[in-house]
């Protein structure tokens, strides 16, 4: 039973957190904005792999999270000059708010309606961006550089354009996450979801009301994905349209199944192998999205519970 | 123009829309509805079908050939699809809709590659203004209006008439016992879903003269089908029609009086919410 | 024989029925269980048995009529909610989690029994779960297979998870729709003793077809017939019915 490796399981799960803190060290510059980057996508991912990987629901709508939590903090940040921290708040808030109304709408259906709701959802989202331009700039989107105050560490005053903030930021955005993940996974709640999952009938005869469980599981797989979409637009300093647009729900779905739905670092090893895919091939040619979809089709044929869900069956049975 | 004039316009316009719309659709409402599956690229069949129909006019100056030749080439490219990933899956619903959404990308990123980023348009190969008291339309939108309705009048009798039809409605209600009594069953879904590719690709061939080609054009087309198929009952062609003629006009509607993008936004939202209180849309069966 | 029901009423249907779009599955039905009683329901094909246990259980909302539990009125009650007060239903096509180990299918029952503050929902006594999950599985003697897979188990077997399950929720009322289908006959030997031992402290209401199955252990059958109920009696005024008789020949 996963019980008796508890200790196992904390441990290979710290051992990633402690190689990435060192290995800001030993990278080179670019690799480290690119490890920043990764990071926080795959606190996206994390999110979205919660919703589809332990709870069965597969959305093409979380594009909208992301986005409402980067533009709620870019706009704040931007129109109404709050600090980071305050930002980060207020898109929190509006990722919990549009999860929660989205989930009491969307979890009425499921399987292909579900899918389908959760994608117009999203596509509204994104018409929306576009058409309130005056305010959202639109595809072209807009800075935060220049209007981010810098963030006060006791004495010591960390500009957001400084490479050891970002990285670091976002790796304790990821730890902290990480971690949550594994003990929710561990938790009753977890148990329950995975029920859902495997047989929704059966566990609600076994005495659970899985509509508000999926709906628990719905926020916050949307406010994580909202955090990261706030974190992103922090570290990266750039708000545009094009995040919200229906490729950014096809990227956590492409991450998460690549390193394996319903495993807790799946969705890091997933967001990383596509990272340095994407690189190499947008530097041979314009149509890298090619790559992706070539990977999906390859991984539905062939790796369909990815690479840590493959390991995780043939050798270490005990990973979350 | 006066109000009516442009009310008229609204839905004039609307009618048009709803008939190729009901056309585009139509493939991915029977694809559903025999094969139990999500095709997600579906859009792209549609965009196949505009760039094809571009390459014959423009290349080889032969429109009419074109909305032969488009349904037939794509309908090929979905019928291998279907028997190189959709079987080998087995036609579980979430695999296909992730490897659907694989074949969307392929196909986009293919096209970006041959045809290039650049929307292009075809000459209408025929010209004629039809006079109404406030404006002037084309009449070229008339007839494919008309040939839209004739194809989605053929769909019908085929699948209610004839002995194909027959197998896919059967398959269509009850898998193993179509089975059962004959039906080649892993016959029918590669050819249902053909066809659903190649139905798309000639409405996508129509509309080139009118809207121009380009390799994005597929997402939009994408949307509306969904839209249109979902609101009508997933697995009803009769409420995928009327589902693409209550949003054609509407989008009409809006259109004429206010921006498109509202239109499309509010389309989408009122359309999704429609769904989560009646979740078997307006013809289809509730979900438990 | 076993012990005197006790004429406590534990479960009660007034005028209960359901119709489907044109088809009325059940008629109105009043059943009437008492605590410690094995009742059980029989009838041919289709004469609304697992209709009116679905109405029962909360899978299915009657289209009118009541349910009484325990003298309160649970009509309205979802069906996880009638879980919490003891009205455990086992599938009559096993519904288990195929893919989770099988100390994992009854983790999840006995944890429902174990969460009763909102802050049990985040963090549970592993130990106390663990022991009362190993107390179910040995009651019916699955307590060997915790770590196999519930989808790779012999039918039997997953027919005695089932029951584990339930055992785990501590029921008040077992509802058991067709359990000894598909088992062996040395299985159902197997299953009656468990049911035998299991009335003890539960009160059954049971769907089957096998009448030596019935016979051996009902303390009450319910005949039902074309969704009506049809005769109720013991097993011996059952057996002597000429209706019941009659209504079976179509079988």
Wanted: include cysteine.
């Amino acid at each position: 039973m996963r019980r008796d490796h508890r200790r196992s399981i904390v441990g290979v799960h710290l051992a990633l957190i402690l190689l990435l803190l060192g290995a800001q060290f030993v990278v080179p510059p670019f690799h480290r904005t690119m490890v920043t980057r990764i990071m926080i996508l795959t606190t996206y991912a994390m999110g979205y792999n919660l919703l589809l990987g332990y709870t069965g629901l597969m959305s093409l709508g979380h594009a909208m999270f992301f986005a409402s939590g980067m533009y709620t903090t870019g706009l704040t940040v931007f129109y109404l000059g709050f600090g980071a921290p305050a930002a980060l708040v207020a898109g929190l808030l509006a990722s919990v708010l549009m999860s929660t109304l989205t989930g009491l709408i969307t979890l009425r259906t499921t399987g292909a309606s579900f899918l389908v709701i959760t994608m117009m959802f999203s596509q509204a989202f994104h018409l929306a961006t576009l058409y309130f331009n005056k305010f959202t700039m639109g595809d072209q989107g807009f800075i935060l550089s220049g209007r981010l105050r810098p963030l006060r560490l006791g004495t010591a005053e960390l500009a957001f354009s400084d490479p050891v903030l970002k990285y670091n930021l976002a790796l304790v955005l990821f730890a902290i996450f990480l971690m949550m993940s594994v003990w929710l996974i561990g938790s009753p709640i977890g148990r329950i979801l995975v029920g859902v999952r495997e047989n929704e009938e059966r566990t609600r005869l076994l005495g659970y009301n899985t509509f508000n469980y999926k709906l628990l599981s719905l926020i916050i797989s949307g406010s994580l994905s909202g955090v990261a979409g706030s974190v992103y637009a922090l570290t990266f300093s750039y708000v545009g349209s094009s995040f919200a647009s229906i490729i950014y729900s096809i990227y956590p779905l492409l991450w998460t199944l690549l390193g394996g739905a319903g495993t807790t670092i799946g969705p890091f090893v997933g967001t990383a192998v596509m990272a340095f895919v994407v690189d190499i091939a947008s530097g041979l040619t314009s149509s890298y999205l090619f790559a992706v979809g070539a990977m999906l089709i390859i991984l539905i044929l062939w790796f369909p519970s990815g690479v840590i869900g493959g390991i995780r069956s043939r050798w270490v049975r005990w990973l979350p | 123009m006066s109000f009516g004039g442009q009310l008229f316009l609204a839905l004039l316009e609307g009618t048009v829309t709803g008939f190729v719309l009901a056309l585009t659709a139509l493939g991915l409402s029977l694809v559903f509805g025999v094969m139990r599956i999500v095709n997600v690229a579906h859009g792209e069949f549609f965009m196949l079908g505009a760039v094809i129909a571009w390459y014959f006019s423009a290349m080889f100056g032969g429109y009419f050939v074109a909305l032969l030749a488009a349904p037939l080439v794509v309908g090929g490219i979905a019928y291998l699809a279907d028997r190189l990933v959709l079987r080998r899956i087995n036609y579980s619903p979430e695999s296909t809709i992730v490897a659907t959404i694989g074949l969307l990308y392929i196909i986009q990123q293919l096209v970006l590659t041959v045809y290039g980023p650049y929307a292009r348009s075809v000459t209408t190969p025929f010209y004629f203004r039809v006079d109404f008291p406030w404006f002037g339309y084309s009449g070229y939108k008339l007839v494919v209006a008309g040939i839209s309705a004739m194809l989605l009048l053929a769909t019908w009798l085929v699948v209610t008439k004839t002995t194909a039809g027959l197998y896919m409605r059967a398959t269509q209600q009850n898998q193993e016992m179509a089975q059962a009594f004959g039906v080649p069953v892993h016959r029918v879904y590669p050819l249902v879903f053909a066809l659903g590719a190649g139905l798309t690709a000639l409405a996508g061939a129509l509309v080139v003269p009118v809207q121009q080609a380009h390799y994005l054009m597929g997402l939009d087309a994408l949307l509306m089908s969904f839209i249109v198929v979902v609101l009508g009952g997933l697995g009803s062609l009769k409420g995928t029609m009327v589902a693409a003629f209550l949003v054609g006009i509407s989008d009409g509607v809006v259109s004429v009086f206010f921006s498109p993008t509202l239109a499309k936004i509010i389309a989408t939202v009122l359309v999704a919410l429609v769904l989560s209180f009646r979740t078997g849309g307006l013809f289809g069966v509730e979900e438990t | 024989m076993g012990e005197m029901a006790s004429m406590t009423r534990l479960l009660q249907t007034t005028a209960l029925s359901k119709r489907f779009r044109g088809l009325e599955a059940v008629q109105p039905v009043d059943l009437r269980l008492d605590q410690g009683e094995i009742r059980a329901i029989i009838g041919p094909n289709g004469a609304g048995k697992t209709t009116l246990v679905c109405m029962i259980s909360g899978r299915v909302s009657p289209t009118s009529g009541q349910v009484h539990f325990k003298d309160r009125d649970i009509t309205r009650l979802r069906a996880w909610d009638r879980v919490a007060l003891g009205i455990v239903y086992t599938f009559q096509v096993t519904s288990i989690f195929r893919k989770l180990t099988v100390y994992e299918n009854v983790a999840l029952a006995v944890q429902r029994k174990l969460m009763r503050r909102a802050l049990d929902r985040l963090t549970l006594r592993e130990a106390i779960l663990s022991d009362r999950v190993e107390a179910a599985l040995a009651e019916v003697g699955l307590g060997q297979v915790g770590n196999h897979l519930a989808g790779l188990l012999p039918y039997g077997h997953q027919k005695l998870l089932e029951v584990a399950m339930a055992l785990a929720l501590k029921p008040e009322v077992l509802i058991l729709d067709e359990p000894t289908q598909g088992l062996a006959p040395e299985e159902i030997i197997n299953f009656c003793d468990l049911i035998r031992k299991i009335s003890r402290e539960v009160t059954i209401l049971l769907i089957e077809h096998n009448m030596p199955v019935v016979l051996e252990l009902a303390t009450g059958i319910t005949v039902m017939d074309k969704g009506a109920i049809i005769a109720v009696g013991t097993p011996d005024e059952i057996e002597a019915n000429a209706r019941v008789q009659e209504a079976y020949l179509g079988l």
